[in-house]
């Protein structure tokens, strides 16, 4: 596979110093509860790993394509 993906609970910063930041809550300690936040929030895949060379060519050969 050219990803690798996970799901966590992710959610976006909208307020304050930090607005437009994902934030990706990758927390999993045994005897931790799953949400700290009484409004949970949504469960997405997020990319954990990839082939970097294998996405450079599929890049490249992308933008190649495009110019002929």
């Known amino acids: 596979?050219?990803?690798?993906?996970?799901t966590f609970p992710v959610r976006v910063n909208l307020h304050g110093m930090g607005r437009g930041?994902?934030?990706v809550d990758r927390r999993a300690a045994p005897g931790?509860?799953?949400g700290h936040d009484p409004?949970?929030?949504p469960r997405i895949g997020v990319v954990v790993d990839?082939?970097?060379a294998r996405a450079a060519t599929t890049?490249?050969?992308a933008i190649e394509a495009y110019d002929s």
């Open 32 to 34: 931790e509860p799953a």
């Open 59 to 61: 890049f490249v050969n």
């Open 1 to 6: 596979e050219l990803f690798v993906t996970r």
């Open 39 to 41: 409004d949970p929030w």
């Open 21 to 23: 930041q994902t934030i």
């Open 50 to 52: 990839l082939d970097v």
